[in-house]
């Protein structure tokens, strides 16, 4: 009797689940939604390219990102696997149209209505997608397309108004910085003239529409293309002198880094077309880790220092000098370093993450909330940068063996780590052991710019560097820890028991559904 008695409840509780959750849960998702967009506050996201070698699987990337606490995405394209995988996340999403299907959805409505259903419609609001990103750059880098631009933006949006999604999903365009012309001072900003034309209706219909006004804004190149006027310590937000602030003359507002007087050329170049509206969203941002010969300022450190110091100074809601009130959304450029990319090297290198989820480098972002709480493990160690002058590198390693009271025992003739014998290999040994030995603190791992931070163990053979000697004696701990399942496996555990609630929608139908769930719970049914 008891039997049938749980069987009954299975039975009852399975058909609700079937045929009323679905309803009840879309409903919920969409209040959460709602619930979410007006707490208003900002956020740093990331972009994610594709040409990755190697590239997660979407649950597998899905996974990654929630682990990492990673809440805003922006996709090139709608690529369908990963917007499924994204389904009941509330990971927000920004949708990609490519530049190549501008003259196709510019050039007739139904195309652009039948792109919406297809790529947005079909997955909202389970995938949470919050905006259409309208090609990239085309006014810069394919202008030939730019008459269509307006109209492309214009058929998506009425093709959203149809759907009842126009007040979820905003419809913009993203920028090059290049758009605007004499950036600094930000008061006397301007937009490109040959430009007004197309860009002062899409900047009043983002009015009309109150979508923002998307901007790729890189720091990074306007101190390559300024070198010697602007100071490398404004382009990476790290703290000034009153005497280095730039001060923008009109206006006596104080800038100390160059990322908000971008953000305020924006505001300026608006406002010098009586817009004043439309609020400014950075899309792409960041700083490359590795360049070549013609880009020596392409390294581990400044992409280190940019990006946390981006993420914190978003994280303090400070704003800019023209509007603190306002504080930029910000989406790094870019997940993972898409190591398929032409060159020049820099290309390839924007990335937080290699494309097995291994870190680049090891971002500083305590205190700035959960984001990227979990990038790295706290295992680092402090190496020779490749490439650096060899008689700076054996100056640096003299002091490290010498005053620096670094154990440089083990690079000596006959010891395990002497060989390769050269003045790189011995060097890494030597900085990394005054850096565990000065218990990793800031500036242990600079040695007048020759040394780099890298969370990659660099012993080899039977050289065991100091770093990897200290993580060796945690090692009963982590014994322990393996026995607890992994936040990533965990993720996907929730998922898979997700997959149940979305059998309806894939064609397994409610009565099938219904089936499969008394077979789950079969195993917890006892006989009389």
């Not at 899409?202 to 009309?208: G, N, R």
């Not at 910000?330 to 993972?336: A, K, M, N, T």
């Not at 090692?475 to 998922?495: G, H, L, M, Y």
């Amino acid at each position: 009797m008891a039997a049938f008695k749980l069987t009954f409840f299975i039975l009852f509780f399975s058909l609700f689940n079937v045929l009323l959750l679905p309803f009840s849960g879309e409903a919920k998702l969409v209040a959460e939604i709602k619930q979410d967009q007006e707490r208003d506050e900002p956020y740093v996201g990331v972009n994610i390219g594709t040409d990755v070698s190697n590239l997660l699987s979407p649950t597998d990337l899905v996974s990654f990102l929630q682990l990492q606490k990673i809440t805003h995405i922006r996709l090139y394209d709608p690529n369908p696997d990963i917007l499924k995988a994204l389904a009941r996340t509330k990971i927000r999403v920004i949708v990609g149209v490519p530049n190549n299907q501008l003259i196709a959805i510019g050039s007739s409505n139904a195309t652009a209505a039948s792109w919406v259903d297809r790529n947005i419609a079909a997955y909202y609001p389970e995938t949470l997608i919050v905006a259409i990103s309208v090609g990239d750059e085309v006014l810069t880098t394919i202008p030939s397309t730019a008459p269509l631009l307006l109209p492309a933006m214009e058929s998506l949006y009425s093709a959203l108004v149809a759907s009842n999604l126009h007040t979820e999903v905003k419809v913009s365009t993203p920028h090059s910085a290049s758009v605007i012309l004499d950036p600094f001072p930000p008061s006397q900003a301007f937009f490109n003239t040959s430009m007004t034309a197309y860009l002062l209706p899409i900047i009043q219909f983002l009015s009309k529409i109150q979508s923002p006004l998307m901007m790729n804004l890189y720091p990074y190149y306007v101190f390559m293309e300024n070198k010697g006027v602007v100071p490398l310590e404004n382009s990476l937000f790290k703290p000034l002198t009153p005497s280095k602030e730039m001060i923008d003359p009109n206006t006596l507002l104080h800038y100390t880094n160059v990322f908000d007087a971008m953000i305020d050329s924006a505001y300026f170049s608006m406002k010098n077309l009586n817009i004043t509206d439309v609020i400014v969203l950075v899309t792409e941002t960041g700083w490359p880790s590795k360049g070549d010969a013609k880009e020596p300022y392409a390294t581990t450190d400044n992409a280190d220092t940019y990006n946390s110091n981006l993420i914190k100074h978003v994280f303090d809601r400070s704003g800019t000098p023209f509007h603190p009130e306002i504080t930029s959304d910000v989406y790094i450029y870019e997940l993972f370093n898409e190591d398929l990319m032409a060159p020049p090297v820099s290309e390839a290198n924007w990335g937080l993450f290699y494309g097995n989820t291994t870190p680049v480098y090891l971002l500083h972002v305590s205190g700035s909330g959960t984001f990227l709480a979990n990038d790295t493990t706290n295992q680092t160690y402090c190496i020779a940068m490749d490439g650096v002058d060899s008689r700076m590198l054996q100056t640096a390693l003299d002091w490290a063996c010498g005053p620096g009271r670094a154990n440089c025992s083990d690079i000596q003739p006959g010891e395990p780590c002497y060989q390769p014998n050269n003045v790189q290999s011995h060097a890494s040994y030597a900085f990394d052991s005054y850096y565990q030995k000065e218990g990793k603190a800031p500036g242990s791992c600079d040695f007048k710019g020759v040394a780099m931070i890298t969370t990659t163990d660099p012993s080899h053979g039977n050289c065991i560097f100091p770093g990897s000697k200290m993580a060796s004696n945690n090692k009963t701990k982590e014994e322990v820890n393996k026995t607890q399942p992994s936040a990533a496996s965990s993720v996907r555990s929730i998922n898979r028991v997700g997959t149940l609630l979305n059998l309806r929608d894939n064609g397994l139908g409610a009565f099938g559904s219904l089936a499969l769930s008394v077979i789950l719970f079969m195993p917890f049914m006892k006989p009389n």
